[in-house]
């Protein structure tokens, strides 16, 4: 899979001008993980979905030419087998991932989950927890919601472990 390149729709704030595109690769362990979002709010240059399929088949799943990886995960046990099997196909591939961003369903993480993220952690760069915001389900565009403090932080954070600059948000 080439990547693809995003133009993160903005508010047109002077704040919002004045955010960076950061150079960063997101993908998907699975389909519904909350990729497409993560790289409209952070704001990523590049969204490739979910790299689940290529996974099965066997094929590479990304060609990042040494920009940082963000794989976004939901928190279920089911997901961290996904992420599990992703971030090992990406390590046989020389890829590394500088984080793994575990977007919340709204339910609680299992102690499964919990458990199997734990194992993931020693082999990527960091982990970060993103929380549930409802309100994200409500919009076209992410960017026009006023995130909670703990969904800033968490945004902060992915954007520390890319090397993008933290402590932004609205």
């Given at each position: 899979m080439s990547l693809r390149q995003t133009e993160p729709t903005r508010a047109s704030t002077a704040q919002e001008e004045q955010?960076?595109?950061?150079?960063?690769?997101?993908?998907?362990?699975?389909?519904?993980a909350g990729t497409s979002t993560l790289t409209a709010l952070l704001p990523a240059a590049w969204d490739m979905?979910?790299?689940?399929?290529?996974?099965?088949?066997?094929?590479?799943?990304?060609?990042?030419?040494?920009?940082?990886?963000?794989?976004?995960?939901?928190?279920t046990a089911v997901a961290a087998k996904d992420a599990t099997a992703a971030i090992g196909a990406l390590r046989d591939w020389e890829e590394r991932v500088s984080a793994l961003a575990i977007v919340s369903d709204g339910g609680p993480e299992s102690r499964d989950a919990t458990a199997r993220f734990a194992l993931l952690n020693a082999r990527v760069g960091g982990v970060v927890r993103v929380p549930h915001v409802r309100a994200l389900r409500l919009v076209e565009d992410p960017t026009v919601v006023d995130l909670p403090g703990k969904a800033r932080h968490a945004l902060d954070e992915l954007r520390r472990l890319v090397g993008g600059s933290g402590e932004r948000g609205r």
């Open positions: 955010d960076e595109v950061l150079d960063v690769v997101v993908a998907g362990a699975h389909g519904g979905g979910s790299i689940k399929p290529l996974l099965e088949l066997g094929r590479s799943p990304l060609r990042t030419k040494g920009r940082p990886v963000v794989l976004v995960v939901r928190n």
